[in-house]
Nanobody, 122 residues
Framework: QVQLVESGGGLVQAGGSLRLSCAAS????????MGWYRQTPGKEREFVAA????????HYADSVKGRFTISRDNAKNTVYLQMNSLKPEDTAVYYC???????????????WGQGTQVTVSS
């Protein structure tokens, strides 16, 4: 059974930084793309960033490009989201996500973590 557990959220002032972590278990981590999404109350979940299974390709939402960096450590079965220059509009619950199919077959996500709250004060 695939499990994704996020951590690292919290309260930070605008301009500050946070690093989110997502620990994966239940299958071979290194052969799957991984992604981060976020959601605020009353809005749909939105894409933030993604990284290929090999780590050589990354994708970002325009709203976070240049400020956020996604990375992975396959030895630790963990994907990270380094968030710098945070803005109040980055406030959301952040979710880690993984697809069902391996080796970059799809960027559609089937497994989700429970989320971690990020609050950026102005």
């Amino acid at each position: 059974q695939v499990q994704l557990v996020e951590s690292g959220g919290g309260l930070v002032q605008a301009g500050g930084s946070l690093r989110l972590s997502c620990a994966a278990s239940g299958r071979t981590f290194s052969i799957y793309n991984m992604g981060w999404y976020r959601q605020t109350p009353g809005k749909e979940r939105e894409f933030v960033a993604a990284i290929s299974w090999s780590g050589d390709r990354t994708h970002y939402a325009d709203s976070v490009k240049g400020r956020f960096t996604i990375s992975r450590d396959n030895a630790k079965n963990t994907v990270y989201l380094q968030m710098n220059s945070l803005k109040p509009e980055d406030t959301a619950v952040y979710y880690c996500a993984a697809p069902r199919l391996p080796y970059g077959t799809t960027w559609v996500y089937d497994y989700w973590g429970q989320g971690t709250q990020v609050t950026v004060s102005s």
